[in-house]
């Protein structure tokens, strides 16, 4: 079959619009059959490289995300309601948490890649240049370049309507004191002791929803041989149920999970990857279901991931206040001020303010008596309840209460943002989002503002109007919509429409949001074989890397795939089924680049598996020789582009060096980046700008088309990455780093993030609209998206794992004990071509009250704005600049507090709000970190700052603050056997040298790297278990962690394993050794301790500087 059956190359795939609804359109017409009940898919993998996987031609079955639940009947069809009849029953009221079941078997470590047997995939062998060959190499044929009608794109219509503004009456900030975490000393200028003082009751998220799991029979306890982490469901199994099986990092999974077999309508989402390889158990590690939903017609339990990667546990509420003993005047070397004397401090840097670890498990609904509730913090493990508002993995506010002027917000200092993550990934115990079907009609909505229907409407003339929650306009409620109000007010049937009582919930998309047949799951890959990543293996790595994760994607005619290669030319392949072996197709004109064909470069994956696994097996062979240096990135994209330009997709690409030729060619800035460094040139900054605006000009075509670009940067030199990442920031795609690029230790990691790449939740083609309540307006968007209107974001890729921030400014009062609104509509497609609408809601109260808005403030979320708003100035402003900006928004924050809400007086006190005791910390840290350090190399910087720009909460303080665990001590305690893992990672230290000890193993971890740093007098025996060897200098540098058949190997292994877990990431091993400059590395982390170099404050000389700058502004 040509691969232009289905996709003539005739007018460009337009971006989605929103146009008059069709009367006649069918609402969702790919929808696809529903999988048999007992239907069971095979077991999710995840990405440890440890086993060897089962062989590709093993039977695929249907795809993992609705799975049945022992004993849970199987929900039922997907259902069409043309005229929404009368729903049928929803309960919102549900069955209590359960405990969970301790796991039961052992776990298996990431050790050495076995050998496999002939015909399964692969893993990187141990040397990756040495690819067999297993057919002649492909034909080539020089391609003419076709002469082709030029092809005019569509643009998206936006989200229809805009809220109007109105002018309730507010009222005049307080300064009601109250109390807080105090700092207090008797001297002027000293760092002052903390005192008790919270604000009175506790927060409202602590509070259980039922038992909490006994100590036995915690969450996300490694799962064991017999019974992995991470199963995907059965066929019968509702959106986030609890896994049934899994499997470790490195088993490659089969071809039915997260995609394969045939889906059903509402099953868009899989699971995160899993940590561990072991063979799959049907005893489900997570015990039953919670808050299980009753289905009625036209409301279909969605399916979603069915393991929730816990975020990082090592920092729960704030722990009471304690006292610090009053210590003389401290001066130090502040990055805002001149040269300063420093005197010995006494004191005790164990009593201030730091993370504490906790293991449990906070059950929170989202509303409690018609009031918002205060979410948990972010870095905490909780499970949601929607009882009105969305959980706060989806959205986020700075502040849980709306300050009702622009004034007193201002007063504040505080930022007032959300955070928005549409796809994040739920807790396996949460209830699943439900899909609504309102038929040919479409969901309802406000018909000024266009905000949809959600809880916060009020019904009115016994439920023949209906009000706006966002702009106060009353429509008329259609006539099959219609419902009689109950003595509360609330309509009679409220309880059994999700779209009224839950504050998430996912709408068909109807033909009014579509301008043709949603897009299918295109996956181009395009591989750098010039003479460098030929000669450090990245080549062979990718590869090999692409090779096994292929395995991972659908089956079926939507899903297709390409692949080309590139030095100084372009090399595309003809995978057509009915050809011997593939067929190179040269383009040797990297200025005006053309695609060869505008068929069978890009074919189905069914008909083409074979030639593309022969000529991924033959690629490295083929090019060994190679001796071209140029890399033509830009003319490779650009071309790939072109071949995908009728489609859309994500485009994959593994680049290894600088693009020296062609479109979009570059030359090294490193040397004057350095020269610039060091010397302070105020123009540095520049140098993180893009070299010029041709990528950037490529990129905003690319994004028209629904083209989503990701690059893997194999590299072990300079690319240049400020100029290379704006091509993923415009497409909603992603940049990865491995810096340098070692093909032994770091192909395992290259694999692990292709495989979750293209295997987590994501949509495609999306478009996303925040709407506000009058009175404030949308004021910025910060992430990886293309904005061509101001109201909406243009998302070409969305995942999982990828957050947008939106700020908010006043232009209006709010009146006090209103409330204020919150909607994001983030309209996409499913990987398996359904268009869906995912609304998320949030209602939080508007207070007057200063006092209020501190008790309120959310800390993770407020210093996720920080951390953006740095990354964002880093490529804009000297970094000195930056550096202040981000100390003054700390010190204005805690000013305002300190003059207008606490009770004590003396000029000798740092007094800390509760909710933002640990602000100065991570401020201290942030001004710290890779991206604002001088010393840093251009393209980490670069690097850390793309990161930054797409985090989510949960992983952003772990990149400034990271968790570091004593292994040494970890391994000398004797533990049960059925210990929860996850106390592994509890045992936390603070990051300072005083903490590090030459006879100590330490792991050092920030979401995406792991430091293991070893000492010079380390017990010989310890080191023999864990590494293999006696002594610290035979470690191989180029750590590739295994597992020894004994308990402190184990543990380690477990305690890896438990933090990819968490992180939903491998970690990228590192050695790291005293003396040498992996050793100063590790230091480099230590955020607490004073280091060399300007601004570098110690922890204890910062809460100085800033009670200093508090009191300077108090007189």
């Known amino acids: ?584 197709l040269i383009v040797p004109d990297v200025q005006d680049v053309y695609t060869p064909l505008h068929t069978d470069i890009i074919v189905p994956i069914s008909e083409c598996r074979q030639h593309l696994e022969q000529l991924l097996d033959n690629i490295p062979t083929m090019f060994e020789n190679n001796r071209v240096a140029e890399s033509a990135f830009g003319a490779a994209i650009k071309a790939a582009f072109l071949a995908m330009k009728p489609t859309g997709g994500k485009l994959l690409v593994f680049q290894s060096v600088l693009p020296s030729i062609g479109i979009g060619s570059l030359s090294s800035r490193e040397v004057e980046g350095k020269t610039n460094a060091f010397s302070a040139d105020k123009e540095a900054h520049k140098l993180l700008q893009p070299a010029d605006k041709t990528l950037k000009s490529m990129a905003i075509e690319f994004a028209e088309f629904q083209v989503c670009v990701d690059v893997f940067l194999t590299t072990q030199s300079f690319v240049d990455i400020a100029s290379i990442s704006v091509v993923s920031k415009t497409t909603g795609g992603q940049v990865y780093y491995y810096y340098p690029f070692s093909a032994l230790s770091d192909s395992a990691k290259l694999y692990n993030d292709l495989r979750w790449n293209i295997s987590r939740p994501q949509g495609s083609e999306a478009v996303m609209r925040v709407r506000c309540s009058q009175g404030l307006q949308v004021q910025e968007y910060s992430g990886n998206f293309c904005k061509r209107i101001p109201t909406d974001i243009d998302l070409p890729g969305i995942d999982c794992d990828k957050a947008i921030m939106v700020t908010f400014k006043h232009d209006d009062k709010f009146q006090e004990g209103t409330e204020c609104g919150f909607q994001c509509a983030t309209l996409y497609t499913t990987v398996y071509g359904q268009r869906r609408i995912r609304v998320m809601n949030l209602s939080l109260p508007c207070t007057s009250m200063l006092s209020s808005l501190f008790r309120s403030a959310d800390l993770d979320t407020q210093f996720t704005c920080f951390l953006k708003q740095a990354a964002g100035g880093v490529p804009t402003d000297p970094l000195p600049q930056v550096r202040e900006q981000i100390t003054n928004l700390c010190i204005n924050i805690l000013h305002s507090y300190r003059k207008f809400c606490a009770t004590v007086s003396s000029s000798g006190q740092l007094i800390l709000p509760e909710g933002l005791k640990l602000l100065p910390l991570y401020t201290l840290a942030l001004i710290k970190s890779i991206g604002l350090r001088n010393d840093g190399r251009l393209d980490d910087r670069s690097y850390w700052v793309c990161r930054a720009m797409v985090l989510n909460i949960s992983l952003v303080i772990p990149l400034v603050y990271p968790r570091m665990i004593a292994i040494h001590d970890l391994i000398s305690k004797e533990e049960d056997e059925d210990e929860d893992k996850k106390s592994l990672v509890l045992a936390t230290i603070p990051l300072s040298c005083e903490h590090v000890n030459d006879d100590g193993i330490y792991l050092l971890e920030n979401g995406e790297d792991g430091f293991i740093y070893v000492g010079s007098t380390v017990n010989p025996d310890i080191l023999q278990q864990l590494f293999g060897v006696s002594t610290a200098d035979a470690i191989p540098t180029q750590l590739v962690l295994q597992q020894y058949d004994n308990p402190c190997s184990k543990k380690f292994n477990d305690l890896v394993n438990e933090i990819r877990r968490q992180r939903c990431s491998y970690l990228r091993l590192q050695l790291c050794r005293k003396g040498d400059p992996s050793g100063m590395l590790f230091f480099s982390y230590m955020v607490e301790d004073k280091a060399a170099g300007p601004g570098s404050l110690s922890y204890v000389e910062f809460l100085v500087h800033v009670h200093r700058q508090i009191q300077t502004k108090m007189t």
């Open 1 to 584: 079959m040509a691969s232009s059956q289905g996709f003539p190359s005739g007018p460009p795939r337009p971006r989605p619009g929103f146009y008059p609804p069709n009367p006649s359109s069918n609402p969702n017409p790919n929808a696809p059959p529903a999988p048999s009940a007992g239907a069971l898919p095979d077991a999710m993998r995840n990405m440890q490289i440890a086993r060897p996987p089962p062989s590709s031609a093993a039977p695929r079955g249907p795809p993992p995300f609705a799975t049945s639940r022992p004993g849970a009947p199987p929900p039922p069809p997907p259902q069409t309601i043309p005229n929404r009849p009368p729903p049928q029953q929803f309960s919102q009221s549900q069955p209590p948490f359960s405990s969970r079941p301790p796991p039961s078997a052992p776990i298996t470590s990431n050790g050495p890649p076995p050998a496999f047997p002939p015909g399964a995939p692969r893993f990187p062998p141990a040397s990756l240049a040495q690819a067999p060959l297993v057919s002649a190499p492909p034909t080539s044929v020089r391609a003419p370049p076709p002469s082709v009608v030029p092809q005019v794109s569509q643009g998206l219509a936006p989200f229809p309507g805009s809220p109007q503004a109105v002018s309730p009456l507010g009222m005049p900030p307080s300064s009601q004191p109250f109390g807080g975490t105090l700092l207090t000393t008797n001297q002027p200028y000293g760092v002052p002791t903390i005192s008790a003082s919270s604000f009175g009751a506790p927060p409202i998220a602590s509070q259980s929803l039922g038992a909490p799991p006994s100590a036995s029979q915690p969450f996300g306890a490694p799962p064991s041989a017999s019974q992995p982490f991470g199963a995907p469901p059965s066929a019968s199994q509702p959106f986030g149920a609890p896994p049934i099986a899994s499997q470790p990092f490195g088993a490659l999974p089969t071809a039915s999970q997260m995609y394969g077999g045939s889906p059903t309508a509402p099953q868009p989402f899989m699971g995160p990857p899993q940590p561990f390889s072991a063979p799959p158990a049907a005893i489900p590690p997570f015990g039953s279901q919670m808050w299980q939903a009753q289905s009625r017609p036209g409301v279909t339990p969605m399916a979603g991931p069915t393991q929730t990667p816990p975020r990082m546990f090592g920092m729960p509420p704030q722990a009471p206040t304690q006292q610090l003993p009053p210590v003389p005047p401290v001066m130090g070397h502040s990055p805002l001020a001149g040269a300063q004397m420093s005197t010995p401090s006494k004191i005790d840097p164990n009593q201030i303010p730091r993370p504490m670890p906790s293991n449990s498990v906070v059950y929170f609904e989202t509303r409690q008596g018609n009031q918002a509730s205060i979410p948990p913090p972010a870095s905490s493990e909780f499970v949601v309840r929607d009882t009105g508002n969305c959980s706060p993995r989806l959205m986020r506010c700075t502040i849980n209460q709306i300050p009702c002027t622009g004034d007193l917000l201002a007063t504040s200092s505080m930022p007032l943002a959300l955070i928005v993550q549409p796809l994040a990934l739920p807790h396996p115990e949460e209830e699943p989002i439900q899909v609504v079907d309102f038929g040919e009609s479409g969901p309802l909505r406000c018909s000024r503002c266009k905000a949809y229907i959600n809880p916060f409407m009020k019904f009115v003339e016994q439920g023949r109007r209906f009000i706006c929650n966002l702009c106060g306009f009353t429509d008329e409620t259609p006539r099959d919509y219609y419902c009689n109000l109950g003595p509360d007010g609330r309509r009679r049937d409220a309880d059994e429409r999700p779209e009224l009582c839950r504050g998430t919930v996912e709408f068909v998309a109807t033909k009014e949001f579509m301008v043709r047949d949603p897009m299918p799951a295109v996956f181009f890959f395009l591989v750098d074989v010039s003479l460098n990543a030929v000669q450090t293996g990245a080549t062979a790595a990718a590869c090999t890397a692409i090779n096994q994760a292929i395995v991972d994607l659908p089956e079926g005619p939507r899903t297709m795939v390409g692949i080309a290669t590139f030095d100084s030319a372009i090399h595309f392949y003809n995978l057509k089924r009915d050809l011997q072996q593939p067929l190179m």
